[in-house]
């Protein structure tokens, strides 16, 4: 899955609306529950060499929210 079947997925499944709050870095992206505004996932463009990892190609990185006992099952 890349990063544009990923934010449709986000936007089709969960009633939830996308932003890019940092002019600085406009493809970072924010979704935020449509209810409350609270934030559940953040996709950003990091440099590999940021990540520890060898090249300084950009990579998509996502952040989400979730219950901490669902993480184990995640990684």
Known sequence: ???TEFEQF?????????????ASHPRHKVFRHRGNRKWFALIMNVSRDK????GSDMLDVV??????LLIPSLR
């Open 63 to 68: 952040n989400l929210k979730c219950d901490p």
């Open 10 to 22: 986000i936007l089709a499944w969960y009633p939830s609306e996308s932003d890019c709050p940092w």
């Open 1 to 3: 899955m890349n990063r």
């Open 51 to 54: 990540l520890g990892l060898s």
